[in-house]
């Protein structure tokens, strides 16, 4: 007899009619039986009437994969389930022993879209919602990837503007350098006209999910609840108009999303829906190790990855079980959510490496197969192009293609920090290009100077605004996707987080400048954000800066030289084919270099012509070679017919 069935059959008899004392042997029975050798003693759950207070998705879509909906509430797991609607059947059901959590998986592929009625009824009590299934969008232009075409800018929205200071709670303080300073979705719709006039065509912001009261958490990588805006920023309405706004002046959005991990304060870590939906336990945990090697060590022992990705990335970050396919299925379903309810582009992928090939495959197979066009960046942070190169998708480790369209050039900002601002020769930047064969596709790599977790670029040891103007030119002229980092436009200095965190000046009430306007920056921050745009602008005008191959012609210890061309095949004899020659010098004085030609994309070719005045010497051809003198601290782009 289960314990469920024992325990109607005592209430029916115990409703009855009896003398005392047969009620008292009825009980005492009861006792002895539940002492028998082999009877369970699992704890009794108190019987308490059903409530359904927070469902998971908190809607869906006709036409959309069938979901798993987790809902949580009291008193679920003696319910019995109901779903009401027109070819919608709910499969199965799977319920928590504190009853606090049920999982419903609902037959929705025949449906449309519709209001269904879900019921949990137990004990001669029920409770009731109502549940969405709505009409997907098939804008045809939704959804459609970033790709080097596109020039990526990343904003924290708590740094970046406060443009609406009602959603600004008390405890913000501007002074705090890791509390909440007030920057909000409004803030960014306010300033798109500044980010179409500096040239950016997709923007990536830090987390927007939210992070409740946690106090420290401005950065939003500490969710604690993966289905709602972080108030902080707005609203989802407000998350949508953004998201409206943006593609309507033909840009693209770009969420950041964290299936690895959540906030200390999410309700799951002192109530997990299941027992593993978590590695570990708040008082019982490891503690993540970092040695991608021993993710690509093909000899290394499991216990050695294990480490990386069962470990918590920080003692307020539990680690999220991903192994657990109730967990997998949630975070899937939690990105399409996003994706559909936002009408996102392409999604920037958190601390990449924590989390199993195997997830990662199956989450990208599931999205693509709704969205073929959808593009995903991964976080790899490391030098390393052999480590980086390995979470690529489009090639099997592992016997597992993680399906990831692109990890960040990790390799590439090293490099490029090296030889500008720490004196290593510029041959070292060729030698990472070099490693691009490791990857099935180098030229959607995403180049970057820096982000919010690396201190700025312009708060190096030995670097000046020269050096700055020469690392954003090379991010925005060598192969891949360039992405800036909010404020490195204008040349912002910070050190370590936070310090690398800085409010964006005049993107706040009080702010004594505003350096989103030309008469707000400085000459020195006008200068940087004239180059920048300068080369955005050049670059959205010329194909070969966007989808062109690149051929690397000279390297030695201060100057690097490359091309830039739709083909390596060298000029045509009418002229009809451009190419653009990018020479790079970072000594203090003027460099000459000796190019060979023939049998490179600049065969052929008889005309150079700098894209803007240069004080060097006009480049001289002869005998097969260009000569080229490139003044100190410049680069310079050639456009070669």
């Known amino acids: 007899m289960s314990r469920r069935v024992g325990r109607k059959l005592a209430s029916d008899f115990l409703e009855t009619p009896i003398k005392p004392l047969a009620s008292f042997l009825c009980m005492l029975l009861l006792v002895i039986l539940s002492s028998l050798p082999g009877a369970s003693t699992t704890h009794q759950v108190p019987i308490s009437k059903p409530r359904i207070d927070k469902i998971d998705p908190p809607g869906w879509w006709a036409q959309f994969p069938s979901p798993m909906l987790l809902v949580h509430g009291e008193g679920l797991r003696d319910a019995r389930f109901s779903v009401t609607g027109s070819r919608v059947a709910l499969e199965r059901t799977q319920t928590s022993e504190n009853g606090h959590w049920a999982f419903l998986w609902l037959d929705t592929k025949s449906a449309t879209a519709q209001t269904l009625a879900i019921t949990a009824t137990s004990h001669k009590a029920e409770a009731n919602c109502s549940y969405v299934l709505a009409h997907r969008s098939h804008d045809p232009h939704m959804h459609a990837g970033f790709s080097p075409v596109d020039a990526l800018y990343l904003i924290m929205p708590d740094r970046f503007s406060d443009g609406d200071t009602s959603n600004d709670p008390s405890s913000d303080n501007r002074a705090a350098p890791h509390g909440w300073h007030g920057g909000d979705f409004a803030g960014i719709e306010r300033h798109l006209d500044y980010l179409q006039q500096l040239g950016v065509t997709a923007v990536w912001m830090t987390p927007v999910a939210s992070n409740g009261a946690m106090p420290e958490s401005y950065h939003g990588y500490a969710a604690t609840d993966l289905y709602a805006v972080d108030s902080h920023f707005g609203t989802l309405a407000e998350y949508r108009h953004l998201s409206d706004a943006l593609h309507a002046r033909g840009m693209k959005l770009v969420i950041d999303l964290v299936p690895n991990h959540i906030g200390v304060q999410h309700p799951w870590v002192n109530d997990q829906p299941t027992p593993d939906w978590l590695h570990g336990t708040l008082e019982h945990h490891r503690a993540a190790q970092h040695d991608f090697y021993q993710l690509i060590d093909p000899h290394a022992p499991p216990a050695a990855w294990r480490d990386i990705t069962d470990g918590w990335f920080a003692d307020n970050m539990p680690d999220l079980n991903q192994e657990n396919p109730l967990v997998s299925r949630y975070l899937i379903q939690n990105a399409l959510w996003w994706i559909e309810t936002a009408n996102l582009d392409g999604i920037r992928l958190d601390t990449f490496p924590y989390v199993s090939r195997s997830f990662w495959h199956k989450f990208h197979t599931e999205l693509h197969s709704v969205y073929p066009n959808l ?13 980086s190169s390995f979470f690529a998708g489009g090639v099997t480790h592992n016997g597992i293609d993680t399906g990831l369209t692109t990890p960040f050039d990790f390799p590439v900002h090293f490099a490029l920090r090296d030889v500008l601002a720490h004196n290593k020769p510029m041959t070292e930047l060729a030698d990472v290009l ?70 964006f000046p005049g993107g706040f009430p009080g702010d004594s400048r505003n350096a989103f306007t030309h008469a707000g920056r400085t000459a020195a921050e006008d200068e940087v954000f004239s180059w920048t745009s300068g080369l955005l602008a050049y670059r959205a005008a010329h194909a070969e800066l966007q989808t062109g191959i690149e051929q690397n012609l000279y ?26 020659l990018i020479v790079v010098n ?14 490179t994309a600049l065969g ?11 004080p060097g010497e006009k480049p001289q051809l002869s005998n097969g070679k260009l000569r080229i003198e490139e003044p100190a601290e410049s680069m310079t782009v050639f456009s070669v017919k």
């Open 375 to 387: 593009t995903t960046v991964g976080e790899v942070f490391r030098r390393d192009a052999e480590v």
């Open 434 to 503: 070099r490693q691009d064969t490791l990857y099935p596709h180098p030229e959607r790599l995403v180049t970057f100077i820096g982000n919010h977790d690396t201190t700025r670029f312009f708060t190096e040891d030995n670097c000046s605004e020269a050096k700055l103007k020469l690392a954003l030119g090379l991010v925005l002229t060598l192969r891949g996707l360039p992405q800036i980092y909010s404020g490195d436009e204008i040349g912002m200095p910070g050190g370590a987080d936070p310090d690398d965190r800085r409010d």
């Open 555 to 580: 390297s030695d210890v201060d100057v690097f030289a490359f091309v830039r061309a739709m083909d390596s095949a060298g000029c045509s004899a009418n002229g009809a084919t451009e190419r653009l």
């Open 586 to 599: 970072k000594a203090p004085q003027s460099k000459t270099l000796e190019l060979p030609v023939e049998d």
């Open 604 to 614: 052929g070719c008889m005309q150079f012509d700098a894209a803007s005045a240069a």
